[in-house]
């Protein structure tokens, strides 16, 4: 692995690591998640929708508030 590479991923552990210990001040025991799972979750690739999908739902919003406006 080149050294770019590693500086890249130790930037991002670092941005994770202030990100969650300005969350670890309002955890209690029962929202209290560990720096690894935290870091595993920021890391992960977001779900991903088809771009199907997400037309098709944006048409069903623009619909519904055409139907409210119409309906006033």
């Known amino acids: 692995m080149s050294l770019i590479n590693k ?3 130790k930037q991002e552990e670092d ?3 202030n990100m969650w210990l300005m969350r670890y001040q309002n955890m ?3 929202s209290f998640i560990p720096f690894s799972k935290f870091f595993k979750l920021q890391t ?3 779900n991903i929708r088809p771009k199907e999908d997400i ?3 944006a ?3 623009r619909a519904k508030i055409r ?3 119409g309906g006033e």
Do not use: G, M, Q, S
Request: zero cysteines; hydrophobic letters at 30%.
């Open 28 to 30: 209690d025991d029962k």
């Open 67 to 69: 139907d409210r406006k």
């Open 55 to 57: 037309l098709k739902e």
């Open 7 to 9: 500086a890249f991923e």
């Open 59 to 61: 048409e069903e919003i």
């Open 44 to 46: 992960e690739p977001a």
């Open 15 to 17: 941005r994770a690591r």
